[in-house]
């Protein structure tokens, strides 16, 4: 059987064991050694171990013996030796009286809102009441205090642990936070400042009810919000929705973008980058809706080390993700065009222009558009190539002749890339006596990348020509004309006049 040893602390006899003797024989010694020379030193003690008989009587130890691990609760209850503050060193302040061993906490035990004046009163042994009503009235001056007591919310931290507040209440932590009994080491001087701080403690409830409906409801918005988001993320990105998720007022199917990427990019390249953009979009997103989360049923969480790994891998996505499309981009950088031009053999009177090859005949229900440039880019679903709708200038020539020139104009990695590149492009057209007969759209060969491609016609004609366009080929025409005008489906024939092109009305035409 264990020796026990009878001590006596504060007056209390108490029974320990020889091992928890030891520790508190060292640990007491330590204490002695550290405040012998210190004025008021022996009063210092006296309160320690008075403190350490209220918790050995708050431990409530089996059969009545204190014994190692009760000696260990203790001490770190009260702190180490090493822990303690030299008086000397502290200047007590003039006003306000001494900070002795002190630190600056919001108190927990004395808040309305965030416990700034109680721990401001705490440290200053002042009764928070003044500081509540210096906060009041700056409030009132234009927010000032408002502001100020935010700032100091924010820098402060509470005292929610035995350690802190052992710091925040200094060497009267000793006494004036007891088991069983609830003081503080400052009091209300008058009934005038009790009532105060009752009247603030009411308003601090009302205050606390009401930014809590407000976080409610900000969270409930918050989580809400992110949710839809991450919905619609997914129906257009994952599984490419169109319908409600198709801008189609814009004249942009959001949906049909994932599908582009696999003409812009190196194939290889495509899944990682729908991997990253992903990540880059949902782990924001999924942040949001936990601290929406939080906000709604103000949990606490030790969530530090769950949210810094999610910030390293977004970050990390991010960087990998930009030094790809950067990668990408670098064949975007340049631009070059290449001009074709071929003769009428002979000068027709009356130029009949009508479409070929057109979008309508192909199996096309993917379609980006680019509304301020009336860029047209459209996917099959047959062969899922790339059809890019070109456009048509019609302009005066000051040749006695008929040309058509054909413009095309890539991006590339540098001036030869791209002049390369608008060679492979895939446009016909062909003459036939007095028509000319114009594909609506150009293509690519296979396992060729779109690079901001861009085909055009134009048609060179002497004054006083008359020319006819179909209903295909007029689109083309006004789809890049200042006018939106549409001829008389009736009459299709226009005339080449020193102002321009201009439309013959019905009856008025001319036969030649």
Not at 129 to 149: E, K, N, P, S
Not at 274 to 285: E, G, N, Q, R, Y
Not at 423 to 436: A, K, M, P, V
Request: net charge negative; glycine share 6%.
């Amino acid at each position: 059987m264990d020796k026990t040893i009878n001590i006596n602390l504060g007056g209390t006899l108490f029974h320990i064991d020889e091992e928890a003797y030891r520790i508190l024989k060292d640990y007491l010694q330590a204490i002695s050694r550290k405040f012998q020379n210190v004025p008021g030193g022996n009063e210092t003690i006296d309160d320690i171990e008075s403190r350490i008989a209220e918790i050995f009587l708050s431990q409530k130890s089996t059969a009545g013996v204190i014994n190692r691990i009760n000696v260990e609760d203790m001490i770190y209850i009260i702190g180490k030796p090493e822990d303690f503050g030299q008086p000397e060193e502290e200047k007590p302040d003039p006003l306000f009286g001494s900070t002795y061993g002190k630190k600056l906490f919001r108190n927990p035990d004395d808040r309305i809102i965030g416990g700034i004046c109680g721990g401001i009163g705490t440290y200053l042994n002042t009764d928070p009441v003044w500081f509540r009503i210096i906060f009041v009235f700056f409030a009132l001056m234009f927010g000032i205090g408002i502001f100020v007591y935010l700032a100091l919310w924010i820098a402060l931290p509470s005292a929610a642990t035995e350690s802190l507040k052992k710091d925040m209440y200094g060497q009267s932590y000793i006494h004036a936070v007891s088991p069983g009994r609830e003081t503080k080491p400052y009091t209300a001087t008058t009934d005038f400042g009790n009532a105060v701080n009752e009247i603030f403690r009411a308003v601090g409830k009302i205050l606390r009810i009401f930014v809590r409906i407000i976080l409610i409801v900000t969270g409930v918005a918050i989580v809400v919000a992110g949710f839809l988001a991450i919905v619609a993320f997914i129906m257009i990105f994952i599984f490419n929705y169109p319908g409600a998720f198709s801008t189609d007022a814009v004249g942009m199917n959001l949906s049909y973008l994932p599908d582009f990427l696999n003409y812009v990019l190196t194939p290889s390249l495509v899944p990682w980058i729908k991997v990253l953009i992903t990540i880059s979009v949902a782990f924001p997103l999924l942040v949001i809706i936990y601290l929406g989360v939080r906000m709604i049923f103000w949990f606490r969480a030790k969530d530090g080390a769950f949210l810094l790994t999610g910030l390293i891998i977004w970050v990390v996505s991010i960087a990998a993700l930009s030094i790809l499309l950067f990668n990408e981009g670098i064949s975007f950088t340049e631009n070059a065009k290449s001009i074709s031009q071929e003769y009428f053999k002979t000068f027709p009177d009356t130029l009949y222009i009508r479409s070929d090859k057109k979008i309508s005949d192909l199996s096309v229900d993917n379609e980006i558009r680019i509304p301020d440039d009336e860029y047209t880019i459209f996917i099959s679903e047959d062969d899922k190539k790339v059809y890019i709708r070109t456009y048509l200038e019609i302009s005066a020539s000051d040749e006695n002749a008929v040309s058509v020139s054909v413009k095309k104009r890539s991006a590339g990695r540098s001036k030869m890339d791209a002049t390369e590149k608008t060679e492979r492009l895939l446009y016909n057209y062909r003459i036939s006596g007095d028509t000319l007969f114009l594909d609506d759209y150009f293509t690519y060969p296979e396992n060729a990348k779109w690079s901001f491609d861009e085909v055009g016609v134009t048609i060179n004609i002497p004054e006083g020509t008359v020319i006819y366009m179909d209903k295909t080929v007029e689109r083309l025409y006004h789809s890049y004309d200042d006018e939106d005008f549409v001829s008389d489906t009736r009459n299709r024939f226009w005339l080449m006049t020193e102002d321009g092109l201009e439309y013959i009305e019905p009856g008025n035409r001319i036969n030649r």
